[in-house]
T-cell receptor, first 112, second 113 residues
Framework: DAKTTQPPSMDCAEGRAANLPCNHS???????VYWYRQIHSQGPQYIIH???NNETNEMASLIITEDRKSSTLILPHATLRDTAVYYC?????????????FGTGTRLTIIP | EAQVTQNPRYLITVTGKKLTVTCSQN?????MSWYRQDPGLGLRQIYY???????DKGDVPEGYKVSRKEKRNFPLILESPSPNQTSLYFC????????????FGPGTRLLVL
């Protein structure tokens, strides 16, 4: 799986959009971008994933650049409950073992 | 409600006393997995299961056993726990095939004295 780079920490004001960047410059054509978050030692939570098109669900939007070398997770109206560590993962989807390997992630703090 | 449950959530035990951490999912998922999370080491996979009666080792299987007799349950067994197995344990499941996300349980915090 390709390596990802994320800023170690970010702050965002409550009610504003939180934009979390992820660099994955070595991504290959069959690798998906996944985002998870973990709120203080709770179980990691799946947020969203995409291949090359932008994706949106009830939690967030995922914007993937045209060259696929970077992406941005957008939480449109951040709340205090969005304070968490966010992990960007790039992985091939082949079935088989779906092992997840988290890097250090971005610690997002929502400021009241 | 779709969920992965783990029990117990917290456990203090002594070296050598066999224990089982249960994991159950109600989403009819084929894939299940156990991870441990330690400070500075991130998430490490212990065992996984592609379907009933199919299990395989992850990255750190030593000292653990699993079984998958039913689709919904995937217990983690520590036959003779040691202090280096003190950790935060997560069970996860997904539909199959790798597409879509994994759903995690709330975690089991284990302390082995």
């Amino acid at each position: 799986d390709a390596k990802t780079t994320q800023p170690p920490s970010m702050d965002c004001a409550e009610g504003r959009a939180a934009n979390l960047p992820c660099n994955h410059s070595t991504i290959s054509g069959n690798e998906y971008v996944y985002w998870y978050r973990q709120i203080h030692s709770q179980g990691p939570q799946y947020i969203i994933h995409g291949l090359k098109n932008n994706e949106t669900n009830e939690m967030a939007s995922l914007i993937i650049t045209e060259d696929r070398k970077s992406s941005t997770l957008i939480l449109p109206h951040a709340t205090l409950r969005d304070t968490a560590v966010y992990y960007c993962i790039v992985r091939v989807v082949l079935g088989g073992n779906e092992k997840l390997t988290f890097g250090t992630g971005t610690r997002l703090t929502i400021i009241p | 409600e779709a969920q992965v449950t783990q029990n117990p959530r917290y456990l203090i035990t002594v070296t050598g006393k066999k224990l089982t951490v249960t994991c159950s999912q109600n989403m009819n998922h084929e894939y299940m997995s156990w991870y441990r999370q330690d400070p500075g080491l991130g998430l490490r996979q212990i065992y996984y299961s592609m379907n009933v009666e199919v299990t395989d080792k992850g990255d750190v299987p030593e000292g653990y056993k699993v079984s998958r007799k039913e689709k919904r349950n995937f217990p983690l067994i520590l036959e003779s726990p040691s202090p280096n197995q003190t950790s935060l344990y997560f069970c996860a499941s997904s539909l199959k095939g790798g597409v879509g996300g994994q759903y995690f349980g709330p975690g089991t915090r284990l302390l082995v004295l």
